[in-house]
């Protein structure tokens, strides 16, 4: 139940638009009202005063392409490839902002409609739930019109495009496949079509949610469904009527409309589009406008992970498309039979590739035949070169696919890519000699325990020297092992980047027999194909050793589809000996209890820390070792952890010294609360004890929350705050005092007597000072008595 304190019901009418905008107009008008269509949470108040004073870009309806519904499509920050990632709170919060709006909800991914409140606008609503942070898109659930013109004369018997993008040549190295399944999202398609019949497996209608199997209507409702399967996907060979870009691939009809004139909305296109992938199509093309929609690329993603690859229609408005990354799906322009751009055909940077679409011959409604032009046509053609591209190579990922077709396609217009064709009009026998050949890579995650003897023929490329063999430690399980100079080299992996994201390479080692001055080096191939080291382990000497994990975070501008990993020995001979485990390439996301830095990386790892400012490791620490250093000013924040653990205690650790400092200098314990405000833990203060202390805080209630964060500030006009041996945990360290059982810590006193013969008498492990561990007599009396004797160090 809602907590009056914490919400409060309210809602949003940010005034009347008077008229749509044109491109480039923006808004700026007094604070919106507020009425009762929305459930106001904490800070939205402050946001809708101040909403009117700042501009924001208005959504552009075109009439006959993309026109406003009254809806907005909406998906939470977080809710990412198929499950929601948004910690508990954040998406309680964002979902029931929105609650009295939502009419529809999807099944099959985290997204929903919104209806926008009279009085209000597409354009107004979605800057709100923008700018409260808590949403990755809310943008029109357009009313989108299929990317065909008027067919025309159905008698045409041309089929130009086999020519151009050389159908035949390919056939001879490949026909199709029947194991690889084209999905058409668009009004449905003619069962009874002599060209198709035969290819269909059982598809779904997204408009009413429901499968085929279980009723939901797949027959075309308008004609232009029919069209765009027969570009991808009419049988060949069969001596009747035309051939698609393969002879056999299976279609799957997903109907996204029940409208007469075929129209649909991205709600009901993207939602068709990921069941497709789901259950089992390789290839998904959507033949609509509205392509560069944000919901289309998170679709897409989804729509990879599943297997599948998305192809869109760039439209037929002749118009510039937005500058936007979509770099999950492919979007298809169309060209004439000379090669040029086609005169309807949109352009810009979000087009990836070209296909014919003026004038193209395929399958019409009622079992005939006919030609037509659109981008809606291009892009099935485009979807059947990728069948292709999957026929022959199976193996392949859909990226591997994406990049394939513009590797294959036929360079246009200005050298290289270009906004008219993207990387070029696309070679359905260049694309099938690249596949042939091509080697699949592995997508991230990254990762191999070697659990079995063999080395994964898709995962290691290049072994000179390295097996897999069982650790002779006690316990041990299969493990990589290097020797001498041996050395073993990932195969490429699709880590092409998104903004901000952060990949981590990782492993356990153990060295063996391997002299002082020896290491093992492990490395990652960069963007420009050069090899960069991730982490040098060094011997100290022969000794077995213990394994150690090691953790290197990948630079974003190096993550490209050929990134690959490293490994080589530096031994003398083979009995210098390298066991490697748990070895892992993979997204960051999120750090966990317990959350640590002994920062003898070198560096703040962006795996635990968010952001620093002056902060740097240097080598002050505990006995020599590294540690975090703050001057005056400078201040370090660790990632954000989920910290949920009530009712159990959350603690924070950490070694401390004021290097220089004096009485008037600093630093500043910091720790974020629910609302995201950062609130006073613990100050720490001069002068300069010669030593590092340590210093043992135990979280306050209100640190407890899906968002918690740790920040240090050095403060005052000199000294230098040196921080070691940071921990975040559910246990509180034992003190470097075993007799220093309560505070204030650091010196001992009759309280830590009375705490310690509280400990012994409820047997608590902090009383359990002395050998047998696990009992508690008179041996654990002795330790404190001898410990307290001694005094604290």
Known sequence: MRKASTYVAAAIALGLLGGRLSMGQELGRPAPALTTHINMQVGDAQLLAGLGAAPHRAF??????????????????????GAWRAKPRAMARALDRVSPLITRTSTITEQFVVKVPAGSSEDELSAFLMATGDYEYAEPNWTLYPAATTPND??????????????????????????????????GCDTDHPDLQASYV????????????????????????????????????????????????????????????????????????????????????VSFSGGTSSSNQAAAIEVKEAGGLLFWAAGNDNSLLPDVDRPDYVIVASTTSSDNKSGFSNFGPPVDVAAPGSGV????????????????????????????IFAANPGLHPTDV???????????????????????????????????????RAPLP????????????????????????????????????????????????????????????????????????????????????????????????????????????????DLTNQLAIRFTAGGSDATDVWYIDDVSVSEFTGAVLPLGDSFES??????????????????????????????????????????????????????????????????LVEYRDIQGNFASLATVSGPDTGAFELRVLEMPFLSLHDGLAIRFIGQGPGGVWRVDDLLLSLEAPAPDCPADLAEPFGSLDFVDVLAFLSAFSAQAPEADLSEPFGSFDFADVLAFLSSFGAGCP
């Open 446 to 557: 990254f990762a191999d325990s070697f659990e079995t003897a063999a080395l994964g023929e898709l995962s290691w490329v290049a072994i000179s020297g390295a097996e897999v063999e069982t650790d002779p430690a006690p316990g041990g399980s299969l493990a990589l092992r290097l020797d001498g100079t041996d050395s073993i080299e990932s195969n490429a992996m699709l880590a092409k980047a998104s903004s901000g994201q952060i990949v981590v390479f990782s492993f356990m080692a153990r060295r063996e027999g391997v002299e002082a001055g020896e290491s093992l080096l492990a490395e990652y191939r960069d963007a420009a194909g050069a090899w960069q080291p991730a982490a040098t382990l060094t011997s100290v000497g022969p000794d077995a050793g213990a394994y150690q994990r090691v953790e290197a975070v990948i630079a974003e501008a």
């Open 60 to 81: 552009v309806e075109i009439p006959g392409s993309q026109e406003f519904s009254g809806e907005l499509i909406v998906r939470p920050k977080g809710a990412v490839r």
């Open 202 to 285: 059982p598809g779904f209608n997204s408009r009413r949610n429901r499968a085929e199997v279980d009723g939901g209507e797949v027959e075309d409702i308008n004609g232009h469904g029919t069209f765009v399967a027969g570009c991808a996907a009419a049988i060949g060979n069969n001596g009747t009527g035309v051939v698609g870009a393969g002879w056999n691939f299976k279609i799957m009809p997903i109907r996204v409309t029940d409208n007469s004139n075929g129209t649909a909305n991205p709600f009901d296109l993207t939602q068709g589009a990921i069941w497709a992938a789901q259950n089992g199509a390789q290839i998904v093309n």
């Open 602 to 667: 070198g560096e703040l790892v962006a795996t635990r820390w968010s952001e620093s400012s002056g902060a740097s490791v240097d080598a002050g620490g505990v006995d020599g070792s590294l540690a975090m250093s703050l001057d005056p000013g400078d201040s370090a924040t660790t990632q954000l952890v989920d910290a949920t653990v009530f009712p159990q205690s959350l603690y924070l650790s950490f070694r401390v010294r004021g290097e220089g400092a004096g009485g008037a200098d600093a630093m």
């Open 154 to 187: 159905p008698l045409y018997s041309s089929s130009w495009q086999h020519s151009r993008i050389q159908s035949a040549a390919a056939w001879d190295l490949v026909t199709g496949s029947d194991q690889v399944i084209v999905a058409v999202c668009d009004s």
């Open 402 to 440: 994406q990049e394939i077709l513009s590797l294959g396609a036929d360079d246009l217009g200005p050298a290289g890519e270009d906004d008219s064709f993207g990387a070029g009009r696309v070679n359905t026998f260049n694309s099938v000699q690249i596949a042939l050949g091509f080697t699949p």
């Open 361 to 388: 011959r395929s399958t019409r409604n009622g079992g005939s035949y006919g030609t037509s032009s659109g981008t809606s046509f291009a892009s099935p053609i485009a979807a059947g070169v990728g069948a292709m």
